[in-house]
């Protein structure tokens, strides 16, 4: 089981233009950073990235690091013209896109800014993951869904990437370990301890088999916000206000790497044996510390951590 881990940020340092945030791109290039990975939100004052825009951006600047949206919320787009974007986006980076999706924030505003009903994006993600891998590994589509209705339509260009590129779906609620069961490829939660983790396995694996499906059993990845200090409550208390949609009921530290390197990569492995092996570390640092915190998460947590 290969352990992989990528970075993505809280605040991507592009306030105050894009120098920054290319530095930032180009040395996890050269530091051997296996993927960057965008938070998705539709509206908001957040300093959130387009991650379409920021993946075709990274598409263009870099040779070999991967990327992907960490998850893009995919009943809030079309999904034949996602599908077209994401497919062009594979082919110019020369594969390198790992699409992970879900149903993304529990916002009605958001929905209600796209002029969709919150209550739809369940059926409407499902329909989406469907019609976007059609789309992907067939030249004509003809689908007839609640909210999607397909004839003959083929797209240009197909990915490169074969059959397509692995969707990996995002959510922790029963309906998403269904979701992933029933449709996806891997499986990316967030704010989960490795205790519940392990607990939620056997369940995954559960759905599979009564779906008649399977996925690779190292495509089990989590989102874990990363922010190094030499304090670990001082961090707490300086990274957590970074964080959007904390969980009431169990501790930051309990599912955040949050002070010491060593005691970072303590948890990291934590999450590695109870059954993760793929790792978005969201950087919840102010983004002038964004190359500070990269270079130091990349020596002292990533590379241990996958054995380099």
Request: aromatic fraction near 6%.
């Amino acid at each position: 089981m290969s352990v992989r881990a990528g970075i993505a940020y809280a605040v991507w340092p592009l306030g105050e233009g894009p120098g920054l945030l290319w530095q930032v791109i180009d040395r996890a290039e050269e530091l051997g950073v296996d993927s960057l990975w965008f938070i998705d939100r539709i509206v908001g004052p957040a300093p959130v990235p387009e991650p379409v825009v920021m993946m075709a951006a990274v598409a263009a600047r870099t040779r070999r690091i991967k990327f992907g949206p960490s998850v893009l919320a995919l009943g809030l787009r079309h999904p034949v013209l996602l599908a077209r974007e994401l497919a062009t986006l594979d082919v110019i980076s020369g594969g390198r896109l790992l699409p992970a999706v879900g149903l993304g924030r529990d916002d009605p505003q958001e929905a209600g800014a796209m002029g969709l009903d919150p209550r739809q994006k369940a059926r409407r993600t499902d329909e989406a993951i469907e019609v976007m891998r059609l789309l992907w590994t067939q030249e004509r589509v003809t689908y007839r869904g609640r909210h999607y209705q397909l004839d003959g339509v083929g797209i240009w260009p197909r990915p490169l990437q074969q059959p397509c590129p692995p969707i990996w779906v995002g959510g922790t609620s029963d309906a998403a370990l269904r979701r992933v069961a029933r449709l996806g490829d891997g499986w990316l939660a967030s704010r989960i301890t490795p205790g519940e983790l392990a607990a939620v396995l056997p369940r995954l694996w559960r759905y599979l088999e009564e779906a008649g499906r399977d996925i690779e059993r190292d495509h089990i990845g989590v989102i874990v916000p990363v922010y190094l200090h030499p304090d670990r409550e001082e961090a707490l208390r300086a990274a957590g206000g970074r964080l959007a949609a904390l969980r009431s009921d169990v501790p930051l530290r309990d599912y955040a790497a949050f002070g010491p390197a060593a005691d970072c990569l303590a948890l990291l492995r934590r999450y590695v044996e109870a059954g993760a092996s793929k790792f978005v570390l969201l950087l919840a640092c102010p983004p002038q510390e964004a190359l500070t915190q990269l270079e130091w998460v990349a020596a002292e947590v990533i590379a241990p951590l996958e054995g380099r």
